[in-house]
């Protein structure tokens, strides 16, 4: 677990506070089986007077939600795959005040890796 807060100017007239929440747990199910969570948590908002000239400083403002399961699974030392489930949520307000801009999405992975040894490429030259 690991907990930030991030204090800068934004270029906008304000400054922009940021807190940030990060889980990450591992566990081995058996020899060759990994699981693997982790998640994470930002929210940014705009510090001080953000009406009139600063109004723009107020889309600063969100929340942002990431979260990924994976499973490892090892075939030799140098061969492994790997399958992901991501999902992400972000939620800012608007600069024209009309509501909350909403972005969502979920993504399915799965890699192949090899691990080897380096290799000279001018072996036998």
């Known amino acids: 677990f690991d907990f930030s807060r991030q204090v800068s100017p934004s270029g906008r007239g304000a400054e922009s506070e940021g807190d940030r929440m990060v ?3 591992s566990h081995q199910i058996t020899s060759r089986l990994l699981a693997v969570f982790d998640a994470s948590y930002e929210m940014r908002t705009a510090q ?69 040894q380096q290799r000279n490429f001018f072996n036998g030259f």
């Open 48 to 116: 001080g007077d953000t009406g009139g000239l600063n109004a723009s400083a107020a889309s600063l403002n969100r929340d942002y939600v990431e979260a990924r399961a994976a499973l490892r699974y090892m075939f030799t030392k140098e061969w492994q795959c790997t399958g992901t489930y991501r999902f992400a949520h972000r939620t800012s307000t608007s600069f024209s005040g009309l509501g909350d801009e909403v972005a969502t999405s979920n993504g399915v992975f799965f890699s192949v890796e090899f691990n080897g």
């Open 23 to 25: 889980l990450d747990i």
